[in-house]
């Protein structure tokens, strides 16, 4: 069986652990920090390739239940917001809208802003109007955005009840373990359940935890908290790594090594002037574009040394490699995009 | 300080578990106490609230532009002003007292000259009393003779925890003396291991790194879950963590892993004794995790572990309380 070392705990990095350990590989996964997906809407936008079947499949049997196509849903700002896969609870199909909006806000919550939203929506043409949960929550804590008393449901249930309109645009409140809460709350109130797209939250964080729980299924085994701190190379060969985590470092051999880490983060590339450099030093980096573009340079997700021969067990996928361009809110598609390509040439022919 | 290097992304707050229980709502969160603190001095005086942090590392793993928040946390709080909770004073008092932050039960002192010393730090002195004469006996039954000093007082790692930066460095001064004398140190606790690793210089191996590679049996019957230590897994590194459970595995304990159980118990960085409720709530959330996956009860390695979640109705065995010598 190969041993295949996975750098990057990211989508990338788990997408791709997750597809080699289904194709028979023995995969480490090392990384650590929240990986810029946690950071995003969760929402691809995008057209996802061939793996679209295996992403929804993955994301339905978790109960993240989620659609390609022509997606369309509200941002916490009220503006609306269109995407090519996401799930169910934050998008409608194209042309399949609700008729108007009823939009809750948690007095306080930074999220979701009742008044902006309402007045955008209308702005959009989207009938709408605007309501307040009664209580008030510390500034801090709506970013961690759980509620967390039992209680705190049911006053949503009531207020929901309340809604002029079908359909109810929240704040994003839902973590994997409370999704269950979508149904109970559209039940208790006879309103449909619109979770408003949002960055920097709950939705993020919640396609990875998807992620991650699938991978650890597969096999892989993982190694949160730990980054890597030294390559050996002979030649064109990588042959072993060192990693760090605690007070501890400890090396690890592989038959491959697919970097996806981040990119011009402090642990993943390191701006150094205007430019990028490889914290390792041990590849080819490309600035071509500046630091927004730049990034490994690589042939078919083989990465580069810096003599520009490829290395030979050595792959790439992610916000770590140089790209041409960069999409706005394009990232987790094209990070899934490598994470496929790249197992597929790890594969080889 | 690298608390420039924040981009305000809420990771940390997101992975907090004080912000994730109903009961922590008043601290101002591993961001304000961790990052704006620091920058914005005039601003940091958040009140006995910033002291509601169980030093779990969670938000500095979370965080990431890798910013030491623990660190800067800790610094926080050997500056705050003000008297702190009264649970806070009661330790520091029972340390110039006593030089530990309970006052000790336990009398079996071994002081026979032996070159290793098995520490079991003020907790296993004074609440677990049956934790640490289940490790010595398990330590001699492998064959590792040891002493256990009355002399040795506690780390200091509580300390660094309410600030009182001072008493710490009086009890590295009084330990020094003693645990210099010694080839190895053995801990129970994984803070005090960390503790003696960062702050002393010392090889201190925590129960978990000696019982490692040798040949043991399960005492726990039927099906258990695992309390996975803060420090040791965030503290003294994931492979201790992977240690445990491979140790568990290898003697054949049942385990049930589930996903809830990384998470703090909230029995770290000072909480029960200055925020009990809080510290209460939190494990009262964990031993909910634990009654649904339907187990005996949880296996750890630390005694703050052990004796927070025990006060909420869970049964709970340290590690050397799990498995004894294969013979």
Request: net charge neutral; aromatic share 4%.
């Amino acid at each position: 069986m190969s041993r295949a070392l996975v750098i990057g705990q990211g989508a990338a990095g788990l997408f791709a652990s997750a597809l080699l350990a289904e194709k028979g590989w023995q995969v480490t996964l090392a990384g650590r920090g929240a990986p810029a997906a946690a950071m995003s809407t969760g929402c691809l936008r995008s057209p996802p390739g061939n793996w679209r079947g295996t992403l929804l499949d993955i994301l339905n049997r978790a109960g993240l239940h989620s659609a390609a196509g022509r997606r369309v849903g509200v941002s916490n700002l009220g503006t609306l917001f269109e995407c090519a896969l996401a799930p169910d609870i934050c998008t409608w199909e194209e042309g399949n809208g609700p008729k108007g909006l009823s939009v809750i806000g948690v007095e306080g919550h930074p999220s979701l802003r009742p008044c902006l939203a309402d007045a955008m929506l209308e702005r959009q043409g989207v009938r709408s109007e605007h309501l307040h949960l009664p209580w008030k929550v510390p500034p801090d804590v709506p970013l961690a955005s759980r509620f967390l008393d039992e209680g705190a449901w049911e006053v949503l249930a009531r207020s929901m009840k309340e809604a002029r309109e079908e359909t109810v645009l929240l704040p994003s409140l839902f973590p994997l373990s409370d999704l269950h809460r979508v149904r109970w709350l559209e039940g208790h109130s006879g309103r449909k359940v619109l979770e408003a797209i949002t960055p920097l939250g709950i939705p993020g964080q919640r396609f990875l935890e998807v992620l991650a729980g699938h991978a650890m299924k597969a096999g892989v085994s993982m190694r949160p908290g730990t980054r890597l701190v030294s390559l050996e190379m002979e030649g064109d060969r990588f042959r072993g790594a060192v990693l760090a985590g605690g007070l501890e470092t400890r090396r690890l051999e592989a038959d491959t090594l697919l970097l996806a880490t981040g990119g011009a983060l402090p642990d993943g590339m390191a701006i150094s002037g205007r430019g990028l450099a490889d914290p390792l030093t041990t590849f080819q980096v490309s600035t071509a574009g500046g630091p927004l573009q730049g990034g490994y340079a690589h042939r078919g997700h083989h990465l580069l040394l810096p003599s520009g021969r490829e290395a030979a067990n050595v792959f790439g996928a992610g916000d770590c490699l140089a790209r041409s361009d960069r999409g706005y809110g394009g990232g987790l598609s094209e990070a899934l995009n490598d994470a496929w390509a790249a197992v597929q040439a790890m594969e080889g022919p | 300080m690298n608390s420039d290097r924040c981009i305000k992304c809420g990771s940390c707050l997101r992975a907090c578990p004080v912000l994730g229980d109903a009961r922590g709502a008043l601290f101002p969160g591993p961001r304000a106490t961790g990052v704006d603190a620091p920058r914005f001095p005039e601003r940091a005086d958040a009140g006995p609230s910033a002291l509601m942090c169980t030093m779990c590392h969670a938000c500095e793993l979370a965080c990431p532009s890798s910013i030491t928040l623990t660190k800067a946390m800790l610094r926080l709080r050997s500056e705050l002003k003000g008297p702190g909770p009264s649970g806070h004073l009661r330790m520091r008092e029972n340390v110039r007292a006593t030089g530990r932050t309970v006052s000790a039960d336990f009398d079996e002192w071994v002081e026979e000259g032996n070159d290793i010393l098995y520490f079991p730090g003020c907790i296993g002195l004074g609440r677990l009393t049956s934790m640490t004469r289940a490790a010595s006996s398990l330590l001699t039954s492998l064959d590792i003779k040891h002493d256990i000093s009355s002399r040795a007082l506690c780390c200091g790692s509580p300390l660094l925890k309410v600030g009182a930066l001072e008493e710490a460095a009086n009890v590295k001064r009084s330990n020094m003396e003693v645990l210099s004398a010694y080839r190895k140190v053995v801990v129970s606790c994984p803070g005090c291991a960390y503790q003696l690793r960062t702050e002393y210089g010392l090889e201190a191996k925590h129960m978990v790194e000696v019982l490692r590679d040798l040949p043991l049996r399960s005492r726990a019957e039927g099906r258990w879950a695992l309390q996975m230590p803060c420090h040791l897994k965030r503290g003294l590194g994931p492979w201790t963590a992977e240690d445990l459970v491979g140790i568990l595995e290898r003697a054949g304990v049942e385990l049930v892993r589930i996903p809830e159980e990384d998470v703090c118990c909230g029995g770290g960085g000072g909480l029960p004794s200055g925020f009990p409720e809080l510290a209460a709530s939190m494990a009262r959330s964990k031993v909910r995790a634990y009654e649904r996956a339907g187990v005996e009860g949880v296996i750890t390695a630390c005694p703050f572990c052990c004796l927070n979640l025990r006060r909420e109705g869970l049964r709970v065995l340290d590690i050397s309380e799990a498995v004894s010598l294969n013979e």
